[in-house]
């Protein structure tokens, strides 16, 4: 209906040369009913973790999205210990984290939509 | 035979950036490698000095590696790729240095990363070069696995020692 895809998406693909295999649709929000914009308005953001190398394995996805009010993870020692208890093999495996593209330390706190990484030991080149 | 999973998206905080990407999608081409070779920094340059990582085709338990696929954490990768530029440029005193790096499935024998480092004379673009290759396999988020013919694969641990700093760090490697 009303749906269109973000903006730059295209030029973003060809800039990074890779295949982006997330595309963000966008409701143009002048549209929506009032009593729908002011409920999306008042609904918190889900954290989303992302997962690489050797921790997708343990995991079984390579991103998961959860709600900092009803899983309780109002920082990053809270997240932790809910993931190793989703994921009990997690516990012990060396990684590092990374809160919206900066690496975070524990007592860090995590805000509705922030994206944090866990990345395990780097192996490039 | 498990299928292999897809590579993990960029993350909802990739933007574009001005800098243009390390990243090229599968093994660097011989002919494309040539033409970033033959590009000069606008500087005084005697020396060039190049880096090419070649897949080897090890032998891993009677299984021969028949390529490596590369995954990364891209917006995070091309921050640290330019920051690390810039700061081996400036260390070493070089006219230029540029890192490029292969994201996916990368055959046995061909080309995923390639280093250029450029400076008036050969010392600087050596010692330039190797600080450059120790530092990607060092500080980027990249990870790869080994992929064999029979299509099991391998995730190589890396080796990476991450800053002592950091209040996330666990070294239990079992």
Known sequence: MFWKKRAGYKTEQRRMNVSLRCVTFEYPQEEYPSNVSA??????MPITILFFGALTELT?????????????????????????????????????????????????????????????????? | MEPIPKQPDPGKSAKQTMNPSHFIEGPLQPDWIQ?????????QIGALASFQGIIRADAVRDQKVVAIEYSAYIPLAERLLH????????????????????????????????VLAASGHRA??????????????????????ELFASGQYRWVEGSSPWPTESETLRTIIP
């Open chain 1, 39 to 44: 409920a999306i308005a008042a609904s918190p």
């Open chain 1, 60 to 125: 079984r996805t390579d991103r998961l999205l959860l709600d900092t009010e009803t899983d309780g993870i109002s920082d990053l020692a809270k997240l932790r210990m809910h993931l190793e208890r989703l994921y009990p093999g997690l516990t012990g495996k060396p990684y590092r984290t990374a809160i919206n593209l900066e690496f975070a330390g524990e007592s860090d706190p995590l805000r509705d939509g922030d994206e944090v990484a866990f990345l395990p030991p780097y192996a490039g080149g």
């Open chain 2, 35 to 43: 033409a970033q070779m033959s590009l000069r920094p606008a500087s």
């Open chain 2, 83 to 114: 920051e690390m530029e810039q700061r081996i440029q400036r260390q070493f005193g070089l006219g230029g240095l540029r890192i490029w790096h292969s994201l996916g499935r990368v055959p046995a024998g061909e080309c995923s990363m390639l």
């Open chain 2, 124 to 145: 600087e673009a050596f010692d330039g070069l190797r600080a450059a290759v120790e530092a990607v396999k060092a500080e980027a988020p990249v990870w790869k696995r």
